[in-house]
């Protein structure tokens, strides 16, 4: 009987660490017997039986688990179901995710503004730079005029990664993300020196995380008016660009009102990064200081400026051109406040930041995203709770009980979900950019380990990284080059106008999101629930976009699994 590709059987299509769990989900009727078998289906290497039927609690659809976790030999196999057919092919082996990781932090230099990517790193995706016009030809937007730069000023302001399938920097987004891949060199500085992802920097004194890093860093440093020490939200075209290659990509670009969420974040990543890079003085003289002194600016303008918070609408009926771009608006700067006092206090020890801010106005703890950082603060205290003065210390107990109490609410019930996975216990997951909601609890599933050293917390990471390379309802791998059914048509203007079949490669696709046929109207959506909602089109850009800050989790869990497996 010939055996097909069967779309029922779903599951991590990059593969397994050998001693961790290993599941596939099979989806709807199927018989029970299953087998591991080489990929020509020749040679079976473990025999089972399927579980019983979980429904999925959001679409109602049963589920069967085929758990082969007791298969550790090396190599390269499928889950065959005789009568159903057989899944993608998937290793078995140590470094697993070593790829994902790499690719998924490289994924950002193909993102980098003002700069050529030639063959060499860039491979059949080389282009010329984009968007050079910013060294120099920035305007000021009326709404970020002051009396330093009144209108008619032009800046330079290149560098920078783009923000996502689009063209424009947005300094808050530019925050989390670059907050999170600072952190992950800080929680795993041995690991980060050997990781190389072949950009021109590799091989310099840092490690290309923190080259990457610098890339994005260099551009928010000029972001800052010397004059005040406010940010400006974001660096913007008045419209999105058609779908063009960025160097076709040829519209004004303005810095536009400078904003409390950009200043704090701002602050926040400064803070970070000044810490970060005195232990590499020696090859960025001064760096350190400028960081330092950049955040403590923007941390004073946000204190005479608490209210200014970025409203798109208001600003387009007081000013033109009007701005369309993304917004990344907040109506709440506590959360901002509270990561940047945390970072600011463990730069520099001095508990006027600490005590400046309500660090726990209540005892919730929100998932980070773009709008919400709060946790980033509290990972970073955790992180040096050695280091911290005796104010901060007091709250320790405090904050580890609450960390470990959220990873447990994360972790709960997690067997009893048709995927077995941390992510979609709740169609609420399903929302814009999804896969930064499965990456995220990821990176405070790791935090939760790092506190506690029990692995229970690292399994149910790993779930949600084996959910982003495939073990989902839609059966595709987000994350761009990796797997046999990875998405293939991102919203990602270079994917779409480069003449390259394959999108550009490491770049997790935003996943499932439950309002996204009302949001993009693109066509296509046959799915009648949220977490099906998606379409590996490019018209999706509400399911199928990339953005940089859904990169930075991904990378960071599959950095941090790599790092801290032990077989
Ligand atoms: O958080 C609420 C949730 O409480 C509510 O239940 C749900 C119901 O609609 O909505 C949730 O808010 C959504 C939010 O994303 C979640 O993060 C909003 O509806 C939704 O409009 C919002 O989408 C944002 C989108 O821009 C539109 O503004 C995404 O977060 C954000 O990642 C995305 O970012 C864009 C930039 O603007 C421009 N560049 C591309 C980038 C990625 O698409």
Known sequence: QAQQLSPAIRLNQVGFYPKATKIAIVVGESPADFQVTTPDLKKVVFKGQLSEPRQNSISGKTARTADFSALKTAGTFVVLIPGLGHSQPFEIKTDVHRAVAIGSLKGFYYQRVSVDLPEKYAGRWSRPAGHVKEDGQVLVHPSAVSPGRPAGTVLSSPRGWYDAGDYNKYIVNSGITTGTLLSLYEDFPPFCQKFQTNIPESGNQLPDVLDESLWNLRWMLTMQDPADGGVYHKLTNARFDGMVMPDKATKERYVVQKSVTAALDFAAVMAQASRIFKSFARNLPGLSDSCRTAAVRAWKWARKNPDQLYRQNALNEQFDPDVVTGEYGDRDASDEWIWAAAELYVTTKDDAYYKAVNLFPD????????????????????????????????????????LTGFADELIQDVDKQAYQTVMGKTARDYIWGSSAVAANQGVALIQAYRLTNDKKYLRAALTNLDYLLGRNATGYC???????????????????????????PG?????????????????????????????????????????????????????????????
């Open 507 to 567: 770049l997790l696709s935003g996943g499932p999101n439950g309002n996204a046929p009302k949001q993009d109207k693109c066509e296509g959506y046959t799915a009648t629930s949220a977490d099906e909602m998606f379409i590996d089109a490019s018209c999706s850009y509400a399911s199928n976009e990339i953005a940089i800050n859904w990169n930075a989790p991904l990378v960071y869990v599959a950095a941090a699994l790599e790092a801290l497996q032990t077989s």
């Open 363 to 402: 005892t919730k703890m929100p998932l980070p995203s773009w709008a919400q950082v709060r946790l980033l603060g509290y990972y970073t205290l955790l992180r040096f709770e050695k280091t911290l003065t005796p104010v901060g210390k007091q709250d320790l107990p405090r904050l580890k009980h609450q």
């Open 478 to 504: 987000f994350v761009t080059g990796f797997g046999d059914k990875p998405v293939m048509n991102p919203h990602h203007r270079p994917s779409v106008a480069d003449g390259v079949e394959a999108p550009v």
